[in-house]
C-alpha cells in the first residue's frame, strides 16, 4: 500500500466504519466550510485507498488539493471497489441512488459549488455508463458545477481520469466547466 502525505490522512470516511466492498466518500474535510472548500473530485469508483493507505490515484489529488484548497474529497461515479471498473458487478439501481444520497449529504456538509470531473472513460465497465447519468442528475439538481483542468480523453467526452496508465496529469488548468 501507499502511505498519504505527511498531515493528509483523511479525517473522514463513508460508510464509517469503512467497508471492504463498498466507498462513497474518503477525504481531509476538517477545517473546510463554505468560505474555504476541499477540492471534491469525482472519479471512476473507489480502488485502493481507504482510511489508512493511500493509492497513486488519491495521492495525486491531495498534491492538486494542496495548491489552493483546505483540504481534499474523493467521491465516485459508483461506490463499489475494484482496481479494475471491468470487473464491477452488474449495475444497481439502488446502490447508486444510495451512492448519490451519499454524494449530496457530503456536498452540503462542506458547502461545495463545484466539483472535479476526474472519471476518464469509465474503464469500458457497462456500470459506470449507467451510473454517470445518476451522478449527472444530481449535481445539475442541487446546483453543483463539473469541471476539468486537463482536456477531454481521447473520445472528447469526459474529462480525464487524474492518474492515467501513462502518468499523472498536470492538472494545472486553465478550469474549464463541462
Known sequence: MIAYPVGQKPDFWD???ADARLRFALGRIGGCSADSPPLVVIGMNPSHARETDSDRTVN?????SMREHSGWLMLNLYPERSPKPKALAAYDAALSAANCEAIEHVLGLVGATEVLGAWGNMGGSATLRRALPDVRSLLARIGVRVFRLDPLTARG???RHPYP???P???LGPKEYL
Do not use: E, Q
Not at 60 to 64: A, E
Open 169 to 171: 496529469l498536470p492538472m
Open 15 to 17: 460508510p464509517d466504519p
Open 60 to 64: 495525486h489529488v491531495i498534491d492538486v
Open 157 to 159: 467526452k469526459n474529462p
Open 165 to 167: 496508465r501513462s502518468g
